[in-house]
C-alpha cells in the first residue's frame, strides 16, 4: 500500500512539474491541478470535523476550558448550517461574517500590534548584540521616514534616509534570506517528488 | 529562455541531490552549531523526563503553492519528534492552519509512533486544524499552548506576523519557543519575540540537525553548493556590467 501511494505521488508529482516545462503536458498538469483543488476542498471537511472532533472530546472529558470548546462546537454548527440552508450571500451570514468574525481578526491584530510593541521593547534583553542593536536602529529609521507626525515630515527622513534603507540595505538583507528559502525548498520539494520524504501512507 | 533556465536549475539540483545522497550515505555529517537546534535537541530529551509535552505549529501553508516547502520540512521534522516522544506519559501535540496538511500531519505523527513501535499509544487528537485563517489558526495554537501543559513550543512552518501572538503566549506561561518560517515579517518578528529563532533556510536544516538521514544532510550540501552558484553568477554580472559599461 505504502508503495503504491508513493507511485501515485511521484507520477502525479512529475507529471505536474513537467507540465511547467513541456507544452504536452499542460492539460494533464491543469486536470491535475483541478482534481487537487477538490481534494483540498474535502479537505477543509476533514479539517473541520477534526475540529469538531477534538472539542466535543474536551467537553465530554470536563477538560479546562471546555466553555469555549462547546461555544466553538455551537457556533460552529450554527453557521454551516445557516449557511447551507441561508447560502453564503445571504443577509444574516453577512451580519454573521461582517458582524463577529472580520471584527475578532481585527482584535487579534489590534492585539498582535501592542504585543510587537512590547517584544520591541524587550529585544535588547533577550539578545543584547550588535544584530539586534541593527535591528531596533532599522525599525527607529524606517518609522520616522513613514509616521505621519504632528509636526510633519522629519527632514530627510521621509525622502532620503526611509528609501536608503529600505530600498537598498533591508531589501538585499531580504532577497538574501528569500534566495536561502527558495532553495531550501526546491531541495525540500525534490525530496517529496523522489519519495525519499513521505510524509504520507503511514509507516 | 527563463524556462530553460529553470529547468537546468532544476536537473542540476535533482542530479547533485541524488549523487550527494550516494556518496554520503555512509560518512557521519558535521554541522555547524545552531543554537535554537541545539536548544531544540536537549528540548526532546527533557521533555520525556518532565513530563511534559511538546506542541509543535506547522503554520497555515498551504500545499498548492510555494509556501509547501516550510509545510514538508515542518513534516519532516515533526516525524523525527514524534517518533522520539511517543513513550512520552504527555504525547507532543500537532497544530496546523491548512486542511491538508491536517490530515499529513495525522499521517506524519502515526507514522513516527510506528517507527517506535508503539503504534497502539497513538491518540488521533493529537493532531489538530486549529482555524482555517492564520489569526483563527494561531488563537487556537494560544490554546493549546497554554492549556495542555505544554513545556515547548516549536513553530516550523509558514507563519505571518501573527507568530507574535503565539510567542507572546509562550513567553507569558514561562514556555521555551522555538521558531522558524520561511516567511519574512514572520522571521523578523520571531527574532523579536525569542531566544533562538532560526533565520531563513536555516528552517530547512531543522531534519538533518534531527537525525533524519542522509537525503537532509546531503540537501544542505546541495543548498550549499547552489549558494555559492548564486553568489558567483551575481559576482559575474557585476564584473560583466562593468566592463560592459567601460567599453
Not at chain 1, 477538560?63 to 440552508?85: C, D, Q, R
Not at chain 1, 510593541?117 to 534583553?125: E, F, G, N, Q, T
Not at chain 1, 525622502?159 to 527558495?182: D, E, K, M, N, Y
Not at chain 2, 497554554?146 to 505571518?160: L, R, Y
Amino acid at each position: 500500500m505504502r508503495v503504491f501511494t508513493a507511485v501515485i505521488a511521484i507520477a502525479v508529482g512529475l507529471m505536474v512539474l513537467f507540465g511547467y516545462f513541456f507544452a504536452q503536458f499542460t492539460d494533464i498538469q491543469t486536470l491535475l491541478l483541478n482534481w487537487a483543488i477538490i481534494l483540498a476542498g474535502v479537505a477543509s471537511l476533514v479539517g473541520i470535523f477534526n475540529l469538531i472532533a477534538v472539542h466535543t472530546d474536551k467537553v465530554r472529558r470536563a477538560e479546562k476550558g471546555s466553555v469555549y470548546s462547546a461555544l466553538l462546537v455551537i457556533a460552529l454548527v450554527a453557521t454551516f448550517v445557516f449557511g447551507l440552508i441561508l447560502r453564503p450571500q445571504h443577509q444574516v451570514m453577512q451580519v454573521l461574517l461582517n458582524g463577529i468574525i472580520l471584527p475578532v481578526e481585527a482584535t487579534l491584530m489590534g492585539l498582535l500590534t501592542v504585543t510587537l510593541l512590547y517584544a520591541a521593547i524587550r529585544l535588547l534583553r533577550r539578545h543584547a548584540d550588535v544584530m539586534s542593536i541593527f535591528f531596533i536602529i532599522t525599525a527607529v529609521l524606517i518609522f520616522l521616514g513613514s509616521a505621519t507626525l504632528p509636526f510633519g515630515d522629519v527632514p530627510l527622513f521621509g525622502t532620503l534616509i526611509r528609501p536608503w534603507v529600505s530600498q537598498i540595505w533591508a531589501l538585499g538583507g531580504a532577497r538574501g534570506i528569500l534566495i536561502g528559502v527558495a532553495l531550501g525548498t526546491l531541495v525540500t520539494g525534490l525530496r517529496v517528488l523522489f519519495g525519499i520524504d513521505r510524509p504520507y501512507g503511514g509507516k | 529562455m527563463t524556462s530553460l533556465i529553470a529547468l537546468g536549475i532544476l536537473t542540476l539540483t535533482a542530479i547533485l541531490l541524488l549523487v550527494i545522497s550516494l556518496v554520503t550515505r555512509n560518512s557521519n555529517p558535521r554541522f555547524r552549531e545552531i543554537p535554537a537546534l541545539t536548544r531544540l535537541i536537549r528540548t526532546l530529551g527533557l521533555s520525556v523526563e518532565d513530563g511534559k509535552r511538546l506542541h509543535i505549529s506547522l503554520g497555515h501553508g498551504s500545499l498548492l503553492d510555494e509556501r509547501g516547502g516550510s509545510a514538508f520540512a515542518g513534516l519532516a521534522a515533526l516525524r523525527i519528534i514524534s517518533e522520539k516522544t511517543s513513550v512520552s506519559d504527555m504525547p507532543s501535540v500537532a497544530s496546523a492552519g491548512d486542511p491538508a496538511l491536517g490530515l499529513l500531519t495525522q499521517d506524519t505523527i502515526q507514522a513516527g509512533y510506528q517507527a517506535a513501535g508503539v503504534e497502539e499509544l497513538y491518540v488521533p487528537t493529537t493532531s489538530r486544524v486549529t482555524g482555517l485563517t492564520p489569526f483563527s489558526y494561531v488563537a487556537g495554537a494560544m490554546h493549546i499552548a497554554s492549556n495542555e501543559n505544554v513545556s515547548t513550543n516549536i513553530m516550523i512552518g509558514h507563519f505571518g506576523a501573527e507568530a507574535g501572538l503565539l510567542a507572546d503566549i509562550s513567553d507569558r506561561d514561562y514556555v521555551t519557543l522555538i521558531g522558524a518560517s520561511d516567511n519574512l515579517a514572520g522571521q523578523s518578528v520571531l527574532y523579536a519575540s525569542t531566544q533562538d529563532a532560526l533565520i531563513g533556510e536555516e528552517l530547512f536544516a531543522t531534519g538533518a540537525y534531527l537525525g533524519a538521514g542522509t537525503s537532509h544532510s546531503a540537501s544542505l550540501t546541495v543548498q550549499d553548493i547552489l549558494r555559492w552558484l548564486i553568489i558567483i553568477t551575481l559576482l559575474g554580472g557585476v564584473v560583466f556590467k562593468l566592463f560592459a559599461r567601460a567599453l
